[in-house]
């Protein structure tokens, strides 16, 4: 346990825990603005509201580059599907709009953006193209790792920092062997040579892998280690090599490049995280992941819903009014999809107020909560491009035409697959019991 006299991060707006406490490693401090004592003065409405209006258009500004992605994103979508290729058009606009670095912290020249403001990003870019926003949130999951585990570290800030300037990409590798849907059991180990380290595995899934700058991977700690004594490592992509040993040919999110490959990989003692993966895990990776991989099935799932809309609005105007026959699924689509909309923002706001809090991260309704979330995000997303797809009826079926809603449909059903829900309701079942049933409806 590492005594650090700051305190730790509280509620986004503002509801932070008052004065200094000891903080576990690899929480995050909080900055000097954020720290509000007894012996400061208090804002004034004037400063409140400039502030308020700094957010605003800061947020503005978000909104308006993720759109320029999203808009180069539309525009080869359908050849990333086609072709089962990376979307080099996406990225290179990201890259322009800078914002592959958004969550790097300012004192790193990043901007500090919340785990919220990516997950914004996220379904504005899904709306356009699965895979885009896909292979956006697994990298902005491996920077808020590195933003919120590691950022004291010299190796890891110097690569934050790298990244914000350069815009670089992260993948992960978390899969591995015949077992790889098991995030919480490495068979490969980190092998020790003085202050130089190696590590080879079979990763059976490494999305995007030959087209990142860095991969952020699990390992065993050492070869006597047991298999869930685990760490992560970040090597640069001069660092290490791919042998490609699966390729990647599926019905949805193509573009990801999900492939397998042999990775062989080569640095420094100092790019193992400083913090064991199990508390990572918890704290940062499954909860981000779950929160921007909702937020992109979000994205996907509401366009298959505005293109079942401008089918039937189109439909009734050349019908003198008529509604076609599918109509009614559109209510359905619209409303089911603002159900999941609603679950995945409270579900942020619940994760910004935990913070770095290691006793509401690990308590198991946050973890229940998170990891279902995950469940019925993917569910209901491809409850709603179903839906879609019979309010088109056969516009929406074809492969072709303006009011196709198959590109949506085979992405969203990546959702319960490529990280199976199964195992997620297995895991969570043996705590499930513990959970009380609420004595009221609302909470207090």
Same mark, same amino acid.
């Given at each position: 346990?590492?005594?650090? @006299?700051?305190?730790?991060?509280?509620?986004?707006?503002?509801?932070?825990?008052?004065?200094?406490?000891?903080?576990?490693?690899?929480?995050?401090?909080?900055? =000097?603005?954020?720290?509000?004592?007894?012996?400061?003065?208090?804002?004034?409405?004037?400063?409140?509201?400039?502030?308020?209006?700094?957010?605003?258009?800061?947020?503005?500004?978000?909104?308006?580059?993720?759109? /320029?992605?999203?808009?180069?994103?539309?525009?080869?979508?359908?050849?990333?599907?086609? @072709?089962?290729?990376?979307?080099?058009?996406?990225?290179?606009?990201?890259?322009?709009?800078?914002?592959?670095?958004?969550?790097?912290?300012?004192?790193?020249?990043?901007?500090?953006?919340?785990?919220?403001?990516?997950?914004?990003?996220? !379904?504005?870019?899904?709306?356009?193209?699965?895979?885009? /926003?896909?292979?956006?949130?697994?990298?902005?999951?491996?920077?808020?790792?590195?933003?919120?585990?590691?950022?004291?570290?010299?190796?890891?800030?110097?690569?934050?920092?790298?990244?914000?300037?350069? @815009?670089?990409?992260?993948?992960?590798?978390? =899969?591995?062997?015949?077992?790889?849907?098991?995030?919480?059991?490495?068979?490969?180990?980190?092998?020790?040579?003085?202050?130089?380290?190696?590590? =080879?595995?079979?990763?059976?899934?490494?999305?995007?892998?030959?087209?990142?700058?860095?991969?952020?991977?699990?390992?065993?700690?050492?070869?006597?280690?047991?298999?869930?004594?685990?760490?992560?490592?970040?090597?640069?992509?001069?660092?290490?090599?791919?042998?490609?040993?699966? %390729?990647?040919?599926?019905?949805?999110?193509?573009? =990801?490049?999900?492939?397998?490959?042999?990775?062989?990989?080569?640095?420094?003692?100092?790019?193992?995280?400083?913090?064991? !993966?199990?508390?990572?895990?918890?704290?940062?990776?499954?909860?981000?992941?779950?929160?921007?991989?909702?937020?992109?099935?979000?994205?996907?799932? /509401?366009?298959?819903?505005?293109?079942?809309?401008?089918?039937?609005?189109?439909?009734?105007?050349?019908? /003198?009014?008529?509604?076609?026959?599918?109509?009614?699924?559109?209510?359905?689509?619209?409303?089911?999809?603002?159900?999941?909309?609603?679950?995945?923002?409270?579900?942020?706001?619940?994760?910004?107020?935990?913070?770095?809090?290691?006793?509401?991260?690990?308590?198991?309704?946050? @973890?229940?909560?998170?990891?279902?979330?995950?469940?019925?995000? %993917?569910?209901?997303?491809?409850?709603?491009?179903?839906?879609?797809?019979?309010?088109?009826?056969?516009?929406?079926?074809?492969?072709?035409?303006?009011? %196709?809603?198959?590109?949506?449909?085979?992405?969203?059903?990546?959702?319960?697959?490529?990280?199976?829900?199964?195992?997620?309701?297995?895991?969570?079942?043996?705590?499930?019991?513990?959970?009380?049933?609420?004595?009221?409806?609302?909470?207090?």
């Amino acid at each position: 346990m590492i005594v650090n @006299q700051e305190a730790t991060i509280g509620d986004r707006n503002g509801q932070a825990d008052s004065g200094i406490k000891s903080r576990p490693e690899g929480s995050i401090p909080l900055t =000097t603005n954020q720290l509000v004592g007894d012996h400061q003065p208090r804002p004034t409405s004037t400063e409140l509201a400039e502030g308020e209006e700094r957010k605003l258009a800061r947020k503005a500004d978000l909104v308006s580059r993720a759109d /320029a992605v999203a808009a180069a994103a539309l525009q080869s979508a359908e050849a990333v599907d086609a @072709q089962a290729r990376f979307p080099h058009e996406s990225f290179q606009a990201a890259r322009n709009q800078q914002l592959l670095g958004i969550m790097v912290p300012t004192e790193l020249g990043g901007e500090g953006a919340s785990v919220s403001d990516v997950a914004d990003v996220c !379904y504005i870019l899904g709306r356009s193209c699965g895979s885009t /926003a896909m292979i956006f949130a697994m990298h902005q999951i491996m920077v808020a790792i590195l933003v919120r585990h590691a950022r004291n570290s010299a190796w890891h800030s110097s690569l934050l920092r790298r990244l914000g300037a350069e @815009q670089l990409l992260l993948a992960s590798s978390t =899969t591995e062997g015949q077992g790889g849907g098991d995030l919480r059991s490495s068979g490969s180990a980190v092998e020790r040579q003085g202050s130089r380290i190696a590590f =080879t595995k079979s990763a059976t899934v490494l999305s995007y892998g030959l087209h990142a700058d860095a991969v952020v991977t699990t390992a065993r700690r050492a070869a006597d280690a047991a298999p869930s004594d685990q760490v992560l490592v970040a090597f640069l992509k001069e660092q290490y090599r791919l042998e490609p040993i699966a %390729s990647w040919d599926t019905l949805g999110m193509r573009g =990801t490049c999900s492939a397998g490959f042999k990775f062989e990989g080569n640095g420094e003692a100092d790019q193992v995280l400083p913090v064991p !993966y199990q508390t990572i895990h918890s704290h940062t990776m499954m909860p981000v992941a779950h929160l921007t991989w909702s937020a992109v099935w979000t994205g996907v799932a /509401a366009a298959a819903v505005e293109r079942a809309r401008r089918f039937v609005r189109t439909t009734a105007r050349r019908n /003198a009014g008529q509604l076609p026959p599918g109509a009614a699924h559109l209510t359905r689509a619209t409303m089911s999809l603002r159900g999941l909309r609603d679950a995945v923002e409270l579900a942020l706001v619940r994760f910004e107020k935990a913070g770095s809090c290691a006793d509401r991260l690990e308590a198991i309704e946050f @973890q229940n909560t998170m990891n279902l979330l995950k469940v019925t995000a %993917s569910e209901t997303a491809i409850a709603v491009a179903l839906s879609a797809m019979q309010a088109c009826g056969l516009s929406g079926y074809r492969n072709d035409g303006e009011f %196709s809603v198959s590109r949506n449909l085979r992405d969203a059903l990546s959702s319960s697959i490529m990280i199976n829900n199964d195992r997620i309701l297995a895991s969570a079942a043996s705590t499930s019991s513990l959970i009380e049933v609420p004595h009221l409806l609302r909470s207090v």
